[in-house]
C-alpha cells in the first residue's frame, strides 16, 4: 500500500522557518522524482518544488526560489522541504507528491505524480 505522510506543519510568525517532511512507503522511493505542492483556500493546487531521484536536479517556484529547499534522503525513503522568511501569502496546505515519470518532462505539473499525501497546514501569521 502506498503511502506518503507529510509532517512538520503547524502556525509560524512571518520571517520565521519550518522544516516539512515526507515520509514514503509502498514503492520503490528511489525511482520516483519527488515534488511538494500547496494549496490555499479557494485556490488551485500550485507547485512548490520538485526533485529528481537522485536528488541532483531541483526546481521551484520562483516565489519560493532562495527561501525553500528540498531535498530527499533514498536510504530513509523520505523528502524534505526546509522553508524560510515565511510570509503570510506561504499559508496553505502542503503535499507531497511522487512521480515515476521522467524528470525531464514537466515536474510542476500535478498531473506527472501519481501519488499524494493527505497534506499538512502551514500557516503563516503577519
Known amino acids: 500500500q502506498v503511502q506518503l505522510v507529510e509532517s512538520g506543519g503547524g502556525l509560524v510568525q512571518a520571517g520565521g522557518s519550518l522544516s516539512l517532511s515526507c515520509a514514503a512507503s509502498?514503492?520503490?522511493?528511489?525511482?520516483?522524482?519527488m515534488g511538494w505542492f500547496r494549496q490555499a483556500p479557494g485556490q488551485e493546487r500550485e507547485f512548490i518544488a520538485s526533485t529528481s531521484w537522485s536528488g541532483n536536479f531541483a526546481n521551484y517556484r520562483d516565489s519560493v526560489k532562495g527561501r525553500f529547499t528540498i531535498s530527499r534522503d533514498n536510504n530513509k525513503n523520505a523528502v524534505f522541504l526546509q522553508m524560510s522568511s515565511l510570509k503570510p501569502e506561504d499559508t496553505a496546505v502542503y503535499y507531497c507528491a511522487a512521480s515515476s515519470l521522467p524528470y525531464s518532462g514537466d515536474p510542476s505539473l500535478t498531473a506527472q505524480y501519481e501519488y499524494w499525501g493527505q497534506g499538512t497546514q502551514v500557516t503563516v501569521s503577519s
Open positions: 509502498g514503492f520503490t522511493f528511489r525511482d520516483y522524482a
